[in-house]
């Protein structure tokens, strides 16, 4: 990294960003868990997620025959027109 000029905040920030990926994937996105394993408070990780662009969030998914989030109004609404 020397032999590149990157500078010494650089490469602590791309460290930093490296682990707190990590261990959000070995914590299945879980911010908790993985705050806990960090030692670190779940708004601080949170934080530092925003501040690094990092998003690991799981997004819902739909398993079998269970209605997505709010279906419920779009049918209701269908059903008025």
Known sequence: ?????ILFTDAVTEFEKRF???MLEKNNGNHSKAAAELGIHRNTLSRKVGDLGLDHRQRRRVVGSRPV???S??????SLS
Request: charged fraction near 35%; hydrophobic fraction near 45%; glycine fraction near 12%.
């Open 73 to 78: 109004r779009v049918k209701a609404v269908a």
């Open 20 to 22: 707190i990926k990590r």
């Open 69 to 71: 989030r709010g279906a």
């Open 1 to 5: 990294m020397i032999e590149h000029g």
